[in-house]
Structures are given as structure tokens and as C-alpha cells.
């Protein structure tokens, strides 16, 4: 566990405040488990019987000596025997008497359990403690403990000539019941109990927060520190595209969010095809809807835009979007079907590229000149390209997508992604130097949807302009600034002839 746990922070490490927010998520784990500690040690304090302490004290002289010297000698032999005699208090030869005297039903050992004789520094006093059930028992056996020790401290201290004991170990306080249990403490052991299940409750909620890796919430993602996140999109059924489907809905918003967030993802550099790529295989048909919704979120601002199904392994995208996938983006790159014949009209201002039949190894395919060609001329042909990739950690075709695109967006979902795996797929690709614009969380529920820097609702109204490129300054050409509007003729299709083209339902001609 400690292993794992050290792999996990370094690997991916958090912000301190990730913590606190995880015991904050986790207060009611922690007050519940504090509240049944506190009724555990409570219950367990209740259980335990009362026990009693009374304590009696003897007092240790010499009885001969009437000058100064005798004195001095009388007072040091006295200091010398003292810590026998309290070691004598609870042997066999006092107790004996005491269980006899008393009727007690114990063994000489077991009474001495519950006794206990001190003497007190620089002190010539032995005090004997009693701890019982009973506080009377308890003073009883105290006050009988020190009768027995005075009888056999006489009979073992050595005689003068007289035949008279030397030493005198007197009684000076009797022990009376006490009025109050020294034990248990129940207050105290309630308390306890408390603080050990809100210790407790803290531990397995921080514990929690590091094994549990799975990204739940847009601060998860953003806390990671990795690479911007452009936008979460609220929860939707599956099969359902948010702009055509609810338009008007929390997750078209969100993606008119995102839409927003890639125009100002770098100002500097033209972002007009997209590589779109999930974290895992499993998270495929949350990256194809992703890219469609995208793509009708551009679209909404009069840009002409292609979705290319790059994914030959099988993204279901050709599917969500109800279109045929019987001629797609394999019969363009092996030469058998021009690109304009290969591309299915779907909404106003967006075309398909299904991916067509699929290879038995499409890296060859997807990292080819062919490939490169198609994207270019794609680009040349519409203002934005979506182009949906294999999962990153699966394939590495998304590395060979990605360097032929201007940047790749990770879509990551609520409950399914986990923070080592975004982490992987971002350092994937950027150990090849594909530039990664930004993550898409996909699938969040209720408040968790936003992110901190999502835009204000004056960027989400659909606008349709003319002018779209003063609007998108992506949407220019790199290298002469130059709007590119889809369909229309312009110089650089390789189609073109004396300067214009003739235009068809749908852009573009076949590739070389």
C-alpha cells in the first residue's frame, strides 16, 4: 500500500489544498466514524466496574537513642529499612494474616494485585494503597495491611539487651472509603474514542483521495497541473449530441464554452485541425460525440467544418451520426476513392470522413504521405477540421495523428479516467512533441460541470457572420493571414485552374 501510495504522488502530485478539499468532501465519513468511536468508548466505559482507592500510612522510627549520635545512627538505620519494609507490605507474611482476619476468598498474589506500598522520597512514611470494587473493602484491607505490617516489622527487627524491638513502624493515617471511583474514567475514554474515530475517519478519507484515482470533478483535472483544461460538459444520454439534439441545454453550453476556449488557445498559431483523443478505449464513444458536438459548435459560428474518423480500430462515430461508413478515409489514402467522394454530407456546415473499411494494421495507414495529403487538403478545403483519434494509451496512431494536426485535445471522463492515466497520455505526447491544447471533461453531473475559468454566457450565443474569421482568428492561413471560407475557390486547391475551381455538394477533390 505504501508502495502504491508513493508511486501514485509521484507520478501525480497534488496540490496540498487536493487534501483539504478531499476531508471537506469526506466531513460526514469523518464525523460519523468520530460519533461511533465516541459511543464505542462510551459503551466500553459503562461496561467497566467501579473500582475504589484508600490509602493508609505508616510511619518508621527507631525506638532507642536519647543523645545526638545515637540519633543520627538511629535515623540513618531507620532510611536504610524503610524500602524493605514497603517491599515487605505486600509479601506473603503480611498478607496471610490480612485474607485470614478478613475472610477474603483470594490468594496471598492476587491480593497483592490490588496493592500497592511507596515510600515517599527523603521520607521515613510507607504508603499503602488499596484499589477494590468496594470502597469499603478497599479501606478496610488498607487499614488491615498496615496493622500486619507493624506486627511483622517488630517481629523482624533486631532486639536490644531489653529484648525490645529496635524499630517501630506505627500507623499514622487510617484509610477511609473513598467517596468517589478512581476507574474508569469514562469521560476520558469517550473522548478517546471520539478522537480515534475522527482520526480514523481523516486517515481512510485521505487514503481514499490518493488510491482512488479516478478524476470525479473539473478542480481533479485541474489540480493536476498538466495542460489547460478548455471545459467540462454536463452529463447526457447516450447517443445524444447536445447541440443538435438539446440545444438549448446545460452541455450545448458547455461545448460553445470549449469552442470559445480553443480560439483563444493560442492566438499566435493557427488551431484549425483537431486532433480529439480519449485517455482510454473504453472512453470512445464519449470522444465521438465529443468531436461531432464540437464540430456543430463551430459550425454555429458559419464555419465550414469536416470530421475525419480517424479511428480504425472502431469509434462508433460513423453510427452516432447516422451516416454510412461503406467508403471512408482508408479508400481515400490507398488511392481507390477521390477525398470528395469519400466525404458524406451531415449538417448545415458540417461534412463526414468515415473511416471506411478497416485494415488489419492501420498505423501504416494513419502515419503515411497519403494521410498528411488528405489532412492538407482538408484543411485547405474547410476552416476547421475535427479529426477523431485513437485512444492515446492504446495505439500509437494518436502519435502519428497528432503530428499531423495542429494540437490534440484529451477528453477525459468524470468516474472512468484516472489521474495516472491522464497524466500518461499527456506526457505521450509530448515526449513526441505533439502539442496538447487542452482537456475536455466529459460526463460531469450537477455542480461539479465547471470549470474556474469557464467563460461568461456572452461567447455561447450562436452567431452567423460573414466575417467569421475576425471572430476566429484560428480560422486564418498560417502563412499568408488569408480567411479560408469552405466550398468557395481559392488559389491553393490543388483543383484549381487559372485561379478558380468548380465547387460541388461537397468540397474537395481526390488527394495524391
Known amino acids: 500500500m505504501l508502495a502504491r501510495f508513493h508511486h501514485l504522488t509521484r507520478e501525480c502530485p ?7 478539499r478531499a476531508l471537506l468532501k469526506s466531513w460526514p465519513l469523518v464525523v460519523v466514524l468520530a460519533l461511533l468511536g465516541g459511543a464505542a468508548g462510551y459503551a466500553y466505559a459503562q461496561a ?18 536519647s543523645d545526638p549520635n545515637e540519633l543520627l545512627q538511629g535515623s540513618s538505620y531507620t532510611q536504610n529499612l524503610v524500602q524493605s519494609y514497603t517491599r515487605l507490605a505486600t509479601s506473603s507474611v503480611v498478607l496471610e494474616p490480612v485474607i485470614e482476619q478478613m475472610g477474603l476468598d483470594l490468594t496471598p498474589t492476587q491480593l497483592a494485585r490490588q496493592i500497592t ?69 469514562r469521560r476520558l475514554i469517550a473522548l478517546s474514542g471520539l478522537a480515534v474515530g475522527a482520526v480514523l475517519g481523516i486517515a481512510l478519507a485521505l487514503l481514499r483521495s490518493v488510491v482512488d484515482t479516478r478524476l470525479r470533478t ?42 470559445a476556449q480553443l480560439q483563444f488557445a493560442d492566438v499566435d498559431r493557427a488551431t484549425r485541425t483537431i486532433a480529439v483523443s480519449s485517455v482510454a478505449a473504453d472512453e470512445r464513444e464519449g470522444r465521438a460525440a465529443v ?52 466525404v458524406t454530407p451531415w449538417r448545415d456546415g458540417v461534412d463526414i470522413l468515415t473511416a471506411g473499411d478497416v485494415p488489419p494494421n492501420p498505423s501504416p495507414l494513419l502515419s503515411s504521405r497519403s494521410m498528411a495529403l488528405l489532412l492538407e487538403t482538408a484543411r485547405e478545403r474547410y476552416d476547421v477540421v475535427v479529426v477523431d483519434a485513437p485512444a492515446v494509451l492504446t495505439s500509437s496512431d494518436t502519435l502519428e495523428i497528432g503530428r499531423l494536426t495542429d494540437g490534440v485535445v484529451i477528453v477525459a471522463t468524470a468516474g472512468r479516467s484516472t489521474r495516472p492515466r ?11 512533441k505533439v502539442r496538447v491544447i487542452g482537456v475536455v471533461f466529459d460526463g460531469v453531473t450537477g455542480g461539479k460541470q465547471r470549470a474556474s475559468h469557464d467563460l461568461p454566457p456572452s461567447v455561447l450565443v450562436p452567431v452567423s457572420t460573414s466575417s467569421h474569421e475576425q471572430t476566429f482568428p484560428f480560422a486564418r492561413e498560417a502563412a499568408g493571414g488569408r480567411a479560408v471560407s469552405g466550398g468557395g475557390p481559392t488559389s491553393a486547391d490543388p483543383g484549381s485552374s487559372g485561379g478558380s475551381r468548380r465547387t460541388t455538394g461537397h468540397p474537395g477533390d481526390a488527394t495524391s
Not at 469536416?306 to 462515430?317: C, E, P
Open 422 to 432: 491522464l497524466a500518461s497520455a499527456v506526457h505521450a505526447l509530448e515526449n513526441v
Open 117 to 185: 506500598a511507596e515510600n515517599p522520597l527523603n521520607t521515613v512514611i510507607i504508603d499503602v494503597a488499596v484499589v477494590d470494587g468496594s470502597a469499603q473493602r478497599a479501606a478496610d484491607v488498607a487499614n488491615a495491611v498496615t496493622i500486619s505490617l507493624s506486627r511483622q516489622a517488630r517481629a523482624l527487627s533486631p532486639e536490644n539487651t531489653a529484648g525490645n524491638s529496635t524499630l517501630s513502624v506505627a500507623p499514622i493515617a487510617e484509610a477511609t472509603p473513598p467517596t468517589q471511583p478512581v476507574s474508569p474514567n
Open 291 to 342: 468531436a461531432l458536438d464540437l464540430a456543430l459548435a463551430f459550425a454555429e459560428r458559419g464555419l465550414r467544418v469536416l470530421v475525419v474518423d480517424a479511428d480504425l480500430r472502431g469509434s462508433g462515430l460513423a453510427e452516432l451520426a447516422a451516416v454510412s461508413d461503406e467508403v471512408g478515409l482508408t479508400d481515400v489514402v490507398v488511392g481507390r476513392l477521390e477525398f470528395a467522394a469519400a
Open 48 to 65: 467497566q466496574p467501579d473500582s475504589f482507592r484508600a490509602t493508609s500510612s505508616v510511619f518508621v522510627s527507631a525506638t532507642e537513642g
Open 14 to 20: 497534488l496540490d496540498p489544498q487536493h487534501y483539504w
Open 218 to 259: 473539473a478542480r481533479d483535472v485541474e489540480e493536476l497541473h498538466l495542460v489547460p483544461l478548455l471545459g467540462s460538459v454536463a452529463r447526457r444520454s447516450r447517443g445524444v449530441l447536445a447541440l443538435s439534439d438539446e440545444p438549448q441545454g446545460a452541455a450545448a453550453d458547455d461545448f460553445r464554452r470549449i469552442r
